[in-house]
């Protein structure tokens, strides 16, 4: 088992969320408001729905951390859901029951198999964990991790590329920018975004929902994080895996991804090329900054695909659990499209899997350790190549 782990809990409409982040090392410097600026960064996005204007999600950071340093103990951290107070009574953990139960199930949410397998007869007993608003304590994890990368010389960015058919012209984006949030979408192809902000508006507009893609990279990595040698550590999966179990992703690509298939090798593979100094050089990075599972030390690139959101305003057609008769799927309030949230969401999950892979490599107890031993390992690696 890895020794960098970490679990969420907390309903949506719930008095708080929590996450405990275990196995980051002792002497990390966290700066509280680099946490909060992501939060605020997965709030915003055109296309939002009414429930972002009520929440101003700020973590409270309630062990692991004295003085600004980490101190090798459990982190946890906290926000507070200000929805609650709306919520307050249909969400007691003790007490009566109290509202109508929510019976009509969303065809593309957990709503249906849920109250199954669970055996509830209230759609909100599994809607309220199912919901993305879990995604707040993957992030406040991931701004953790992304300090944690930080402090070694490793950052992590994102953009959205498509939404709702609508691409960015890679040509078009200057990728040093990547990562200064220049827009409201996390896009960073003016056009392609005025063009996506007026199929969110249309989508709204005929109470439809949109999906689309986002990519997340990896910079200042050292080659040789993960390993061909066994399946469960090649990075390439744990990536996936981790980018796929974000609420609505359906699709993870690394590198050139799906456009592999297609192609032929002689323009896939990233030939090697050796400069005045001897050392090697690729002059393209189709595979992603991964080969044979590990880092190879170039950008590592992922895309993931969502869906659209599941939650219509016209709602779909749907069976209500209680009468057993075919009904329209309930509503409430919701998204019109959150892949600009998503894209926040990715940069987290790939923040703890890229931490979770340096600690196992580099040891975890002491962040001077750490870095020595990093430090060590790159100067071995580097000395020939
Ligand atoms: C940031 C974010 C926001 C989301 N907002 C909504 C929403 O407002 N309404 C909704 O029905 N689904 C929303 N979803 C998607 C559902 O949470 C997701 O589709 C559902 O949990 C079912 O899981 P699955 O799509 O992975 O099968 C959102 C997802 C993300 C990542
Ligand atoms: C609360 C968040 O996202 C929620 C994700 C979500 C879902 O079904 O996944 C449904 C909506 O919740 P509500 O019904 O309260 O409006 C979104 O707002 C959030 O991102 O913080």
């Not at 679990?7 to 982040?21: D, K, N, R, V, W």
């Not at 946890?76 to 109508?100: I, Y």
């Not at 056009?191 to 902000?197: F, I, S």
């Not at 990075?285 to 080969?291: F, T, V, Y």
Request: proline share 3%; net charge neutral; glycine share 10%.
């Amino acid at each position: 088992m890895s020794e960098l782990r970490f679990m969420t809990a907390g309903e949506s409409h719930g008095p708080c969320l929590t996450a405990i982040l275990e196995g980051l090392p002792a002497g990390l410097k966290l700066d509280l408001e680099s946490i909060n600026k992501d939060l605020a960064r997965r709030q915003q996005g055109y296309g939002r729905g009414g429930r972002m204007k009520i929440e101003k999600d700020k973590v409270n950071v309630l062990s692991g951390v004295r003085f600004n340093e980490t101190i090798g103990g459990p982190i946890t951290l906290q926000v507070v859901n200000r929805d609650f107070q709306n919520w307050g009574e249909r969400m007691a953990a003790f007490g009566e029951p109290a509202g109508e139960k929510v019976t009509a199930a969303r065809p593309g949410h957990a709503d249906f198999t849920g109250i199954r397998k669970y055996d509830r007869t209230d759609v909100r007993d599994i809607l309220e964990r199912s919901s993305a608003r879990e995604t707040t304590m993957r992030v406040a994890v991931g701004a953790v991790c992304k300090e944690f990368l930080k402090a070694l010389g490793i950052t992590v960015v994102s953009q959205v590329t498509c939404i709702g058919g609508v691409k960015v012209d890679p040509a078009k984006v200057d990728r040093a920018k990547l990562g200064t949030d220049i827009s409201d979408l996390n896009c960073y192809d003016a056009e392609a975004e005025a063009q996506m902000k007026e199929k969110i508006k249309a989508a709204r507009k005929e109470g439809d929902t949109l999906g689309g893609i986002f990519e997340v990279t990896v910079r200042g990595l050292p080659a040789g994080l993960g390993s061909h040698i066994q399946w469960d550590r090649r990075l390439d999966g744990k990536l996936a895996g981790a980018l796929m179990s974000i609420q609505a992703i359906k699709g993870v690509e690394i590198g050139a991804g799906f456009d592999c298939a297609i192609l032929p090798g002689s323009q896939i593979h990233d030939e090697m090329f050796l400069d005045e100094a001897g050392k090697v050089y690729r002059r393209t990075n189709r595979a992603g900054g991964l080969e044979g599972g590990m880092t190879n030390g170039e950008e590592l690139v992922v895309k993931a695909a969502m869906k659209p959101i599941p939650t219509l305003m016209q709602p779909l057609h749907s069976v209500d659990i209680a009468s057993h008769e075919e009904v329209l799927a309930c509503k409430e309030r919701s998204d019109t499209c959150a892949v600009s949230a998503a894209s926040v969401v990715g940069e987290a999950m790939t923040a703890f899997v890229i931490a979770q892979a340096i600690c196992d490599k580099f040891g975890s107890d002491a962040m001077v350790d750490l870095k020595a031993a990093l430090a060590a390992y790159k100067a071995r690696i580097g000395k020939e190549w």
